[in-house]
Every structure is written in structure tokens, then in C-alpha cells.
């Protein structure tokens, strides 16, 4: 049954109409099929990112473990902030603001420099095989909202193709996208570092590719990897903002659930007084979620 | 019928073959839905290359209206070249000789910045339109080769992804890429500007996103794009050769037909003798193609 983990509620049935009104020919809302592409944000969007997001949890490892390594980069950005725990640059960081972002991926793009593909995949999977969540105590990859996969699972089924576009990073979660997210990784856009093709295989290489897909880079990374922005979008905080205001449907998952999961607005000020004062479609995992996980 | 404008011959039969090994779970050659990533070429590979790329003529005439609004900019590369009629420039720029490109794009790049997706689209759309080939005396897009869209419908329908990665326009060739190819702009790789979100729209940059996809640039390319590389390729010139050989089914496009099209070995040297000596599936257009162009 379509949306079942949903409850019967307004939010669920303004996503059952767009699917309606869009397939009709005849309605001025029809939407050309090679024109239905879906854009969602990750972390917050289709799981939990509380206290903080997964993959930051694998970066500050390995910063730590650069630190250990050459005790003289404790004196330099960004490791001096991780190493002091310091809660500003931490909590910019949880909060992905950009000039804190760009901060640690200088340091994530010295880490994993010259690393091949295969070998950075299998950190990441070991990774996601052995790390719990701190307050659920399983692995991040059971804290998929079912909800989501369901929403996932109603749009594929009427065409739309589905990309997930985070401001994390992109050959993170493309280790897990397809068994866990039914997405193909060429469906998976991030912020991502260059790769050089030398000797015959390739190489990650210490500088970014493009910008990172926060903010206005939502928007940018969308159109360079689809040709299109998303007519139908989904995120949860402030740096999805341009990424849903250039879509038709626009979905806000708002974190409201203390019981089940979080109560955060810390972040997503500016989306949810957007969403609210634009009548977006406003998610409340709270009310609109009968279940929330997909394990 | 599949392949029904392929000869009967060794090379029609070593598709099929693939595609049945492939398919066979019990087979060493077995290949997971996931992997069944495609990746071609364009011009000479999909369509008519000579006497030059379609694009290049769009070029040219864009950087000669460029040259006719600032007279100064006839004493500056690229538009030195073009508007003395450089032959060594020229035939470098039709080879796709890396450096030529990048001066060449350094034009481009000027010309269209500041422009709209939308913008370059109709330019692109209208240029599609109104020029017909030089010796065909038809539009580019009659000159796509039919017996590799039958390829494309025989990989499709065995769940292969398709991909053109071209040193090309990607966004000159995702205005036709739907219509003509039957290939989602989103499966459309090449070359390409950066793309700013400015003021709640899309511009395009004077600076290159990435590098170009020529030679290692291609399966750089394409791993960015797909988390992969691709295991089925087709090619026809030595900017092809790094994304063959990492593939598994090598298909080169071999211009020996005289009578319906071109013989072409300038650019392809290395590839051709990597092929031959490999044993690649080379594609004789004379030998193995019944039909050559879709119209």
C-alpha cells in the first residue's frame, strides 16, 4: 500500500494529489516525464543527523588520527578545533554552516589525498558495519526514515527519477545508496573532491570538485548533473532553502518528535518560516509519521 | 528485431554473446544489474564527425560574431586561429588535440558567460535547426547512426545505463539527447562551464567545471558522474582510449566506409592499433553495418 507508514493526514494527501494532478494530461499541472526529476537533501531528510551527521563522526576520526600521526598539525585549522573540542567549530559543523564545512574538508582533502576509490569505499564500509548511533545503539544505516523510502518507492512508480543531493559527502553515501536507499550511485550527488586517472586507475586528489552542494550549490550541483532543477524537492534545514524555492513541490521534513527522534529548529530557521509563509508542504514526523525507521 | 541494421558477422555475434554471459548468474562473466554501466563517445561514435564536429561549426560562428563585436580580439588566441583560418589550428581542434580544446574553450567560455541555461539552449536548439551537413545536405540529427541506437535499445533492455561521455558540449548535447538518442539529459556527460546560483537563477561561469572529458579526463568523468567506471564502452578516437580500456566490451567505431561515409584513421592511431592488438570489437561501418544513419 502507497505512503502506509504515513498517517491520513493533509501532508500526506497534498503528496497524493501532486502525483495525481502531474499525471494528467489534460491538467495544466502535467509534467512531461523527462522533465520529473526528485532532488532530496540526506542527512535530517532521509535520516537521522542528530547529534550530529554520520559521516562527520568517520572525518573527525580520521583528523584525529592525521593529528596522531604529525602531533604539529594540532597547531592548524581545522584540527586545532577538533583536537581542542571546541564547541563552536563543532557545533557550525553539525549545523553545516559553509565556511566550517570548507574548513574541514581542507583537512578531509589532505586525509584521504591519493587514496584510490576501493580503498576509501572499504573504510566507509567499515565504518557503517561498526559504528552504533549513540542514543539508538544501532548501526546509522537502520535510521532510514521509512516514510521517506515509501515517498521514494510512490514517485519512482510514477517515473520520476530520483537523485539525492547532500551537502556531505557524494562516494559516502554512494557506498550505501543502493542497498539501502534503492538508489543507483550515478543518482547520488554530493560535495566530492577531484579524482585523477594516472597509471591507469584513479586517484583522489586533495581539491574539491566543483563547490560544495550547500546552499546556492544545491541548485548548481542539481543542474550540472541533470541538465534540470528538481520539480520536486525535499529537505529539513537551512541549506536546502534554494534547492526547494527553485522546485514546484516542496517538501520540509520538520523535526518535532522528541519522543521518537528530535526536536531541532537550530538550522532550519529560514526553511521553516519560508515553508510555513509559503504554505510548502511541512512533514511533521510527529503527526504525519506513523512509523519513522526503516529497521 | 535486435541489431537489425548489423550484418551478420563475428562482431554483431560478440554483442549478443555479452549480452548473454553477462545475463547468465551461473556464468564467471555474470555482471549485478548494479554495474551494468554503458559509456560511448559522440561525434564519430554516435553521429557524423567529419569534416568537423557539429559543435565546432556553432563554435566557430560564435567566436567570429565575438571577434565582429571587438575587432581587438582578432590578435588573441583562440580567435587568431579562426579568423586567419589556421589549418594546423583547425585540424587540431577537429582531431580534439587536448590544447587546442583548452584555448579554444577559453573562447567559448567568454562568449556565453553571463548566459541562462534557457539562453544557450534556444542558441543551441536553433543552430540544431537551421544547419544542414556539408555533404549530407540534411540536419546533424538525421546523421546519428541507427545500428548504435539499436545497440542502445538491445543494452537498455538487458538493464544496462546508458552514458555519453563526450569532449563535447554536455550541454549542447543534452538539448537533443532525448529526443534523438533516447538517453535522459542526466546520462549525458561531457565537457562543461561552472554553473553559479545568482539572484535565484542559474548563470553560466568563464571557467570550466571540472576538466575537459578527453583522454584520462573520460573515465575521470565518468566515475564522478557514476560512482563507476564503465564496464561496456564504444569509442573511435584516441580521446577514447583510457575510457576502453578500463572497460571489459570494447567497441570501437572504425570510419572505413567510403561510399556512405568517411575513412577516417587521423586520431584514432593509437586506438585502432590498441584494438587490433587487443582483440576489441572492432566495427567495420562498411563491413558490419547495413544501414548507417537513423533517417
New interface residues.
Given amino acids: 500500500m502507497s505512503l502506509s507508514s504515513w498517517n491520513d493526514t493533509p501532508t500526506k494527501q497534498s503528496i497524493l494529489d501532486f502525483m495525481t494532478s502531474t499525471n494528467d494530461k489534460k491538467s495544466p499541472e502535467y509534467i512531461p516525464l ?1 522533465e520529473r ?1 526528485a532532488a532530496f537533501d540526506n542527512d535530517g531528510t532521509l535520516w537521522v543527523e542528530q547529534p550530529a551527521p554520520a559521516q562527520t563522526e568517520l572525518l573527525l576520526g580520521k583528523l584525529v588520527e592525521q593529528v596522531k600521526a604529525d602531533p604539529s598539525l594540532a597547531q592548524e585549522d581545522p584540527y586545532k578545533g577538533i583536537v581542542n573540542q571546541d564547541s563552536v567549530f563543532l557545533q557550525a559543523l553539525a549545523q553545516q554552516v559553509p565556511e566550517a564545512i570548507i574548513a574541514f574538508l581542507s583537512g578531509v582533502g589532505k586525509a584521504w589525498e591519493g587514496t584510490t ?1 576501493e580503498a576509501y569505499e572499504a573504510e566507509v564500509q567499515a565504518f557503517l558495519d561498526h559504528t552504533k548511533h549513540p542514543r539508538y545503539d544501532r548501526p546509522w544505516t537502520d535510521l532510514v526514515y521509512l516514510p521517506m523510502l515509501e515517498l521514494f518507492d510512490l514517485l519512482s512508480g510514477n517515473g520520476w ?1 530520483i ?1 539525492v543531493c547532500s551537502g556531505g559527502g ?2 559516502f553515501m ?1 557506498v550505501y545508496s ?1 542497498e539501502i536507499l534503492g538508489i ?3 543518482n ?1 550527488i554530493g560535495s ?1 573532491p ?5 597509471d ?1 586507475r ?1 586517484v583522489r586528489q586533495n581539491a574539491l ?2 563547490n560544495i552542494a550547500l546552499g ?2 544545491k ?2 550541483h542539481i ?7 528538481a520539480i520536486f524537492a525535499g529537505g529539513n534545514g537551512d541549506v536546502d532553502l ?1 534547492m526547494l ?1 527553485e522546485a514546484r513541490f516542496r517538501l520540509v521534513v520538520v523535526h518535532d518528535d522528541e519522543e521518537r527522534e528530535y526536536v531541532v529548529t537550530a538550522g532550519a530557521e529560514k526553511l521553516l518560516a519560508a515553508g510555513e509563509q509559503g504554505g510548502w508542504t511541512m512533514v511533521s514526523m510527529k503527526d504525519d509519521w506513523k512509523t519513522v525507521f526503516s529497521k
Fill in positions: 523527462s526529476v576509490p527519477r537523485f557524494r562516494d554512494r543502493e543507483f550511485r550515478e547520488v566530492a577531484e579524482f585523477a586517472y594516472l591507469g584513479l570538485h566543483g546556492p550549490g541548485p548548481e543542474y550540472a548533473r541533470t541538465g534540470r532543477t534554494e524555492q
